[in-house]
């Protein structure tokens, strides 16, 4: 599935497995409560090399409680690398607006190889946090970037999955809708979307959406594991809070 075919998709059934990580204290900006909106973040490509003038797109999809665009949303940006706010690189804008479909883009170019050893090797972490009413209870979702050291052979056509869920917030024997999400080079698709919902259960299917409840109340460490027609596979695993 690529990413237009999934927002689509996503116009009926959308939550957002994100993390939450620390931000800046901005003001708040006027807006619809960040408690009623969930944020999508993807990455393309999600792995740079140090020094690379080539940018990663980095794209936020926007969605409130009924599943429907969310216009001219506030959005701060900002970089994170171990959970605290990094210069690990340059994002072309820290505040942005969602257009009239709810999505809105930055550029995230990788940091200079001076300072870095030959062989170091970096993960950053693009967060988006919307600036509606309630910004200071707001949870940011983010994408990963690797950065890699000049001359190191990158993988063309990695597979960077993700995936997001509803309800946002489940309770136990809620029956949670998991939908994932992958950019394909042309010719590519998925064949296989293997998940492990991290309660001993697993699953595999030929399509990106699939449902799963739970018996207990605690947070689990869900994975998704994306196989296309060339073999070649992504993971990603994001946790997954189940309420009482």
Not at 19 to 24: D, E, F, I, R, V
Not at 66 to 81: T, V
Not at 211 to 232: A, C, F, G, I, Q
Request: glycine content about 10%; proline content about 7%; aromatic content about 6%.
């Amino acid at each position: 599935m690529t990413f237009r075919q999934w927002a689509i998709a996503a116009s009926t059934a959308l939550g957002v497995a994100g993390c939450t990580l620390g931000k800046p204290s901005v003001p708040s900006l006027s807006g619809p409560s960040v408690m009623s909106l969930s944020l999508v973040v993807t990455a393309s490509p999600a792995l740079l090399a140090r020094g690379d003038s080539t940018p990663s797109v980095i794209t936020v999809m926007a969605r409130d409680a009924n599943a429907q665009p969310i216009p001219n949303l506030g959005l701060r940006m900002d970089l994170q690398s171990g959970g605290v706010l990094s210069d690990l690189g340059t994002l072309s804008a820290h505040n942005v607006f969602t257009g009239a479909n709810g999505t809105a883009s930055v550029t995230y170019t990788a940091p200079p190889v001076a300072g870095f050893g030959i062989t170091n090797e970096a993960t950053v972490q693009v967060v988006a946090t919307a600036l509606g009413s309630d910004y200071a209870n707001a949870t940011g979702s983010a994408v990963s970037v690797r950065l890699v050291s000049p001359g190191v052979i990158q993988p063309s056509g990695i597979l960077v999955p993700t995936f997001a869920y509803l309800p946002q917030k489940p309770r136990v024997f809620d029956v949670v809708k998991f939908l994932g999400v992958v950019e394909l080079p042309p010719g590519r698709q998925i064949v296989s979307w293997k998940w492990d919902f991290g309660d001993g259960e697993t699953k595999t299917t030929t399509t990106s959406d699939t449902t799963h409840d739970y018996v207990v109340d605690k947070t689990y460490l869900v994975t998704l594991t994306v196989t296309d027609n060339l073999e070649r596979t992504g993971t990603v695993t994001l946790a997954l809070t189940i309420y009482p």
